[in-house]
Every structure is written in C-alpha cells, then in structure tokens.
C-alpha cells in the first residue's frame, strides 16, 4: 500500500455525500491501520479568538477563522508552518499539531502560515482503499500554496481541473466529469 499521506483528495463531481461533496482534503496520515485528514475547504463563521476567549477565558491575538475539519470529533487540529511546532511534517512547509501546548505557542501571534480545524476526517483499516478503487477521490500531492491558499471558495474547482489534468492518471481512467452548477 502507498501512503496517501501528504496528499490531496479532491472530491469528484459525483461525489455527494454531505460531508465530502466538493471537499479538498489533506491526508495528514496514511497506514494500514487506517487514514486522517482534515477538509482544508469548509470555513466556519467563528474565529480562534472568539473560541478561545470562550473555552480558555484568556484572550488571543490570532484571528483566523476555525475551519470544519470533517465529521470526526477530535482535538483542535492546527496545519501550520513552524517545524519547531510539528509533531507530524506533512508536505514541505506543512506541520500539523494537536497538542495544547504547541497550539497555544501558534495563537499567540498572529501568524499568516497556520489554519484551525474542529474536527477531522478519518477512515478506518482498508476503508479509504476501497473508496479509491470506487474512483470516489482523484488525488494529487499536497503543496503549502494549496493548504494555506486564501481563496478557499475556488480551491476545489482549481484542485479538480489540475487533478484531470495529472499526467500520473492512468490512460484508463476516464477525467472527472465538469461540475455541474445550478
């Protein structure tokens, strides 16, 4: 089994499941014994100040906005730039974290290379093989512009037109069909 970690799945057009229907998402980490990543395309209209000053009763000066990570519940998850800050690396300039500590470090400033997420998605053993094999994700490798890219209501269709294009498709596999907008 190849890893998927470190990489884009981009939802196709026919997928439409609520939760992934024209989702982006980076797989942090891909084993055997199962997969996650969080939905880099679903922002929310709270930020990480707002939640903070609730939860923690302190104040912050970090204003980004927390994002819908997928429909796991789980520990705050920050995608960030900052080795030093990393528990996993997971594409070049990509660091993820889920420790109190080293989120605390990231919202003390206000940072331009970091996203928050409430929740993750996740797949158990096998679960995300056959979801491929079902052609139910077109995948590319991640790249920091597309993690933190501030243009997240294009980022999909911008994923899916390059993810057709990929000349690592195999010839068998017919491109996504164009999204269809009503």
Aim: with cysteine; hydrophobic share 45%.
């Amino acid at each position: 089994m190849d890893s998927l970690g470190g990489h884009l799945l981009i939802a196709p057009p026919h997928l439409v499941e609520h939760n992934f229907a024209q989702a982006v998402v980076l797989m942090v980490e891909h084993t055997a014994q199962g997969a996650y990543g969080v939905i880099l395309n679903r922002p929310t209209d709270r930020t990480i100040q707002e939640v903070w000053r609730e939860v923690r009763g302190a104040e912050c000066v970090c204003r980004q906005v927390i994002h819908l990570g997928g429909p796991v519940t789980g520990p705050l998850v920050a995608l960030h730039a900052e080795p030093d800050l990393a528990e996993v690396r997971v594409a070049d300039g990509v660091y993820c974290c889920t420790a109190a500590d080293k989120i605390e470090e990231l919202v003390r400033a206000e940072r331009l290379r970091v996203r928050f997420y409430a929740g993750y998605s996740g797949w158990g053993a096998g679960q995300l093989e056959g979801e491929l094999q079902a052609a139910s994700w077109l995948t590319l490798p991640a790249h920091a512009e597309a993690v933190f890219d501030p243009a997240l209501d294009s980022l999909w269709l911008r994923l899916l037109r390059r993810a057709a294009e990929d000349p690592r498709r195999p010839a068998d596999e017919p491109p996504p069909a164009p999204p269809a907008f009503n």
